[in-house]
C-alpha cells in the first residue's frame, strides 16, 4: 500500500531489509571462526612471540658482551725448563710450541733463543740434517747459536734471560731479552744472558 505521499508504508519498507543481512551482522559473521582458524591464529602468535623472545634475549647478551672485554692469554714470560742435566749438547726444540723457545746447550754454556726471528717476525724451523735455524717466511739462515748468516735478517736471534733457582731449576724470562746489533757491543755475554756448564 502507498501512503499519501506516494511511498511505501513500514511494513513493506522492513521486508526488504530482513531478506538482505546488515553490515554489522557480515562483520560478526566474519569474526566467527572455526576451531582451525583459532589454531593458526595462536600457532602465529607463538611463533610471532618465539621471534620476538629470540631478538630481545639476543640483544640483551650483546649488550652485556659489551662489558667482558676480549682478551687474549699468551704464555707466562716466566717459567721453569728443568735442569741442565736434562738437556743434551745442541739444540733443544721441546718447548718451540709452548713457549717459543729453544735451549742451546754447547761445552761452554746453555743459553736460551727466542724463536721469532729478527727480520718480520716469523718462527724459524730447526733443521737438524742442515744444522741451521731456516724462517720459512722469507729465507734467512742461522746457525746453531741463533747468529744469522743468509738471508734478510738483519741481526741475530736474541737471547732470553736464564738463571738457576735455589732448586737447581732453570728459570727462563723472556720477557728481559739480550741483543746483538751491528755497531753496538753484544749482550750475549752480560750476566743473564747464560748459565756455565
Given at each position: 500500500?502507498?501512503?499519501s505521499n506516494g511511498g511505501q508504508?513500514?511494513?513493506?519498507?522492513?521486508?526488504?531489509?530482513?531478506?538482505?543481512?546488515?553490515?554489522?551482522?557480515?562483520?560478526?559473521?566474519?569474526?566467527?571462526?572455526?576451531?582451525?582458524?583459532?589454531?593458526?591464529?595462536?600457532?602465529?602468535?607463538?611463533?610471532?612471540?618465539?621471534?620476538?623472545?629470540?631478538?630481545?634475549?639476543?640483544?640483551?647478551?650483546?649488550?652485556?658482551?659489551?662489558?667482558?672485554?676480549?682478551?687474549?692469554?699468551?704464555?707466562?714470560?716466566?717459567?721453569?725448563?728443568?735442569?741442565?742435566?736434562?738437556?743434551?749438547?745442541?739444540?733443544?726444540?721441546?718447548?718451540?710450541?709452548?713457549?717459543?723457545?729453544?735451549?742451546?746447550?754447547?761445552?761452554?754454556?746453555?743459553?736460551?733463543?727466542?724463536?721469532?726471528?729478527?727480520?718480520?717476525?716469523?718462527?724459524?724451523?730447526?733443521?737438524?740434517?742442515?744444522?741451521?735455524?731456516?724462517?720459512?717466511?722469507?729465507?734467512?739462515?742461522?746457525?746453531?747459536?741463533?747468529?744469522?748468516?743468509?738471508?734478510?735478517?738483519?741481526?741475530?736471534?736474541?737471547?732470553?734471560?736464564?738463571?738457576?733457582?735455589?732448586?737447581?731449576?732453570?728459570?727462563?724470562?723472556?720477557?728481559?731479552?739480550?741483543?746483538?746489533?751491528?755497531?753496538?757491543?753484544?749482550?750475549?755475554?752480560?750476566?743473564?744472558?747464560?748459565?756455565?756448564?
Amino acid at each position: 500500500m502507498a501512503d499519501s505521499n506516494g511511498g511505501q508504508t513500514g511494513a513493506e519498507r522492513e521486508a526488504p531489509a530482513e531478506a538482505k543481512p546488515s553490515f554489522l551482522s557480515r562483520l560478526i559473521e566474519g569474526f566467527k571462526k572455526t576451531e582451525a582458524d583459532k589454531d593458526a591464529v595462536r600457532t602465529r602468535r607463538l611463533f610471532v612471540g618465539f621471534a620476538i623472545s629470540g631478538f630481545l634475549t639476543t640483544n640483551f647478551l650483546m649488550f652485556l658482551r659489551f662489558f667482558f672485554p676480549r682478551t687474549i692469554f699468551e704464555p707466562r714470560t716466566v717459567f721453569r725448563i728443568g735442569t741442565p742435566n736434562d738437556f743434551g749438547f745442541g739444540v733443544d726444540t721441546k718447548f718451540q710450541k709452548s713457549q717459543r723457545i729453544w735451549v742451546v746447550k754447547n761445552t761452554e754454556r746453555l743459553f736460551v733463543i727466542s724463536a721469532i726471528c729478527t727480520h718480520l717476525g716469523c718462527t724459524p724451523d730447526w733443521k737438524q740434517s742442515e744444522q741451521k735455524f731456516k724462517c720459512p717466511c722469507h729465507g734467512s739462515g742461522y746457525d746453531p747459536e741463533g747468529i744469522n748468516y743468509e738471508g734478510p735478517a738483519p741481526r741475530p736471534m736474541d737471547r732470553a734471560r736464564v738463571e738457576l733457582n735455589a732448586e737447581g731449576q732453570i728459570v727462563v724470562d723472556t720477557s728481559v731479552l739480550f741483543k746483538e746489533e751491528k755497531g753496538k757491543q753484544t749482550q750475549f755475554n752480560d750476566p743473564g744472558a747464560f748459565i756455565p756448564v
